[in-house]
């Protein structure tokens, strides 16, 4: 079974702190994405990365930056948190390599900015 | 701009009786098409994907895709309480990306 593990559940910051959400995903997948979800507005896509070190910007980049220094990890940082980014944060992995990808999601971030 | 859309609901069925889920999608490349169930406050958990045009079933659900009219479709049997979620349509466009609908929510009554 792929696993896909996110270092929190719950996170309270405050504005301006710099927020680090990691993920970690065990079954040797080349592409990792970051999304965020928020009621009304379905899934957004943050990030992806298609190979280590290799990041592509998705529909909503503004304010966040990612990493991807192992094939296994890949971190979103949040550079200066504001209250608009009060959102869950969701971690997904595929295989890559092929035509039909099947997206795994960890079970979430849920962060709130004060 | 690339789209998904799906009825937000909530979709009320008594339970035992079969609840139909729809998604439609503006890409006509699109070559790969997901349904997952997401729990309130849990992460979207993938339930069924379909590539080819017809049905594709597994236990109590079943998968419809319609590539001529751009429609894919989930239909879930002899509805439980504990199918009780929101169900996402997701479709990848034959890139990295999925595009994802925003779900529409069912309640299944006891």
């Known amino acids: 079974d792929v696993k896909v593990t996110q270092s929190s559940r719950y996170l309270v910051k405050r504005t301006g702190e710099k927020v680090f959400l990691e993920c970690v995903q065990d079954?040797?997948?080349?592409?990792m994405f970051w999304y965020r979800q928020d009621p009304g507005l379905g899934l957004r896509l943050i990030y992806f990365?298609?190979?280590?070190?290799?990041?592509e910007k998705g529909d909503i980049p503004e304010g966040y930056s990612v990493s991807r220094e192992k094939k296994e990890r890949f971190s979103l940082i949040l550079e200066s948190a504001s209250t608009n980014q009060t959102s869950m944060y969701l971690c997904?992995?595929?295989?890559?390599?092929?035509?039909?990808?099947?997206?795994?999601f960890g079970p979430g971030t849920r962060l709130l900015v004060l | 701009q690339k789209e998904v859309e799906q009825n937000s609901g909530p979709l009320s069925v008594p339970e035992g009786a079969i609840a139909s889920l729809n998604c439609t999608y503006s890409?006509?490349?699109?070559?790969?098409f997901f349904w997952y169930r997401q729990y309130s406050g849990k992460s979207p958990e993938l339930i069924m994907s379909?590539?080819?045009?017809g049905d594709k079933e597994d236990g109590r659900f079943t998968a419809q895709l319609n590539k001529a009219s751009q429609y894919v479709s989930l239909l879930i049997r002899d509805s439980q309480p504990s199918d009780s979620a929101t169900y996402l349509c997701?479709?990848?466009?034959?890139?990295?990306?999925?595009?994802f609908g925003t779900g529409t929510r069912l309640k299944v009554l006891a």
């Open positions: 997904a992995s595929s295989l890559g390599g092929g035509v039909i990808e099947t997206q795994y």
């Open positions: 079954m040797d997948h080349e592409n």
């Open positions: 990365s298609y190979d280590v070190k290799m990041k």
């Open positions: 890409d006509r490349g699109s070559q790969s």
């Open positions: 379909i590539y080819s045009n």
């Open positions: 997701a479709v990848n466009p034959g890139t990295y990306k999925y595009i």
